[in-house]
Each structure stands twice: as C-alpha cells, then as structure tokens.
Nanobody, 122 residues
C-alpha cells in the first residue's frame, strides 16, 4: 500500500488542522493505521492508532482530548483532526500502515507516507 499524507501547514497556537492520509493499492481495510510525529532533534513518536474497522485504539497522553483519529475505508483515507494546537505540536507528521493487527510500536509499521510538516506558532 502506498500512503500520501497532506494537510500540514502553519497555524497559530489554539488553531486547528486536519491531516489526511490517502492510501492507494488494494485492501486498505486490512490495515490498522497510525499517525506518528517527529520534532526536530527528537525521536519519532506515536500520536494515534486506529483499527481496521475504525475504532480508536490509542491516543498519546500529550494530545488526548485535542487530537482525533478517524478513517473512511470507502475512500481509503485516514484523518487526524488536531484542535487546540500548541507550539510543542510542531513536527513532521507521518501516517503508517500495519497489516491486520493494531500496534503502537513504530517498528511494526511497514508502510509509511512521506510526512507533512505542521508548524504551530506562539
């Protein structure tokens, strides 16, 4: 499966963005999906994970109550709605896919999108 992330940009603190990840190829619904982020000088971290049927499995404590992951299997898209953005949310955001089972472990994800930059100004 090929993944294409989009929707990043620059926003002021307190603002919102919605990231999209469009998948091409077959059997999108066979993959659990995750959003990850990597800030400058830091390791990549998991942000949110969603099951194959659209159940939110994991949301990082740092974004809980502000970010929501969802998916539309008919359109082969997974979303990350980001509200009440903070400067510390600034990072490159990646979507990724793992076959069949959900995971919060980065190394379990085989397919990765190219990343989209989110910059939150104070």
């Amino acid at each position: 499966v090929q993944l294409q992330a989009s929707g990043g940009g620059t926003v002021q603190a307190g603002g919102s963005l919605r990231l999209s990840c469009t998948a091409s190829g077959r059997s999108f619904s066979n993959y659990a999906m995750g959003w990850f982020r990597q800030a400058a000088g830091k390791e990549r971290e998991v942000v949110a994970v969603i099951s194959r049927i659209g159940r939110s499995i994991f949301v990082a404590d740092s974004v809980k109550g502000r970010f929501t992951i969802s998916r539309d299997n008919a359109k082969n898209i997974v979303y990350l709605q980001m509200n009440s953005l903070k400067p510390e949310d600034t990072a490159v955001y990646y979507c990724a896919a793992v076959a069949q089972y959900e995971s919060t472990r980065i190394n379990d994800y085989v397919y990765w999108g190219q990343g989209t930059l989110v910059t939150v100004s104070s």
